[in-house]
């Protein structure tokens, strides 16, 4: 009952992901969809890059893309109010992050700022080092939805 329960739940994020994401995705038409990859370069300091998921045919229904499968060990909504700020802190985890609503910014060292806007995708990697800053503007709160990757 309980793995029945859990797959419904995991099955009830992916479907709502979809439907918020489809703009982004939309927008994304190719061969792969872009994520914006945190992680911590040799020397300690947080680094961005642009990354690609690749696409496929999907097995699921004729004129459909997907990615390979993903591992996750779970996930969860996490609501910054406007306005917050949290200096240099490195991520938990190593865990996809979707913003599903409000504005915001990560910063890496060196100053390269990453927006944070509905529908972008960030890989966060950068769990040793000095990390990033996050910043949350306007006047709605930021709300993220975090799916952390199984250990590898």
């Known amino acids: 009952m309980r793995s029945k329960v859990r797959r419904l739940f995991f099955t009830a994020i992916a479907g709502w992901c979809a439907v918020w994401s489809a703009r982004y995705l939309a927008a994304q038409r190719g061969n792969s969809i ?8 040799p020397n300690g300091e947080a680094r961005a890059e642009k990354t690609a998921l690749n696409l496929r045919s999907s097995s699921l229904h004729s004129g459909l893309d997907e990615t390979a499968r993903l591992q996750t060990s779970g996930a969860q909504f996490l609501r910054w109010p406007s306005g917050t700020v949290w200096e240099w802190h490195t991520a938990s985890k190593r865990q996809y992050i979707i913003t599903v609503s409000g504005r915001g ?9 990453i927006p944070l806007n509905p529908g972008q995708i960030l890989l966060a990697e950068d769990v040793t080092g000095k990390g990033h800053t996050t910043r949350v503007f306007g006047s709605e709160d930021l709300v993220l939805l975090l799916i952390p990757l199984a250990a590898q």
Do not use: C, H, M
């Open 34 to 41: 872009t994520v914006t990859r945190l992680y911590a370069g």
């Open 105 to 113: 910014e990560v910063e890496v060292s060196g100053g390269q700022k």
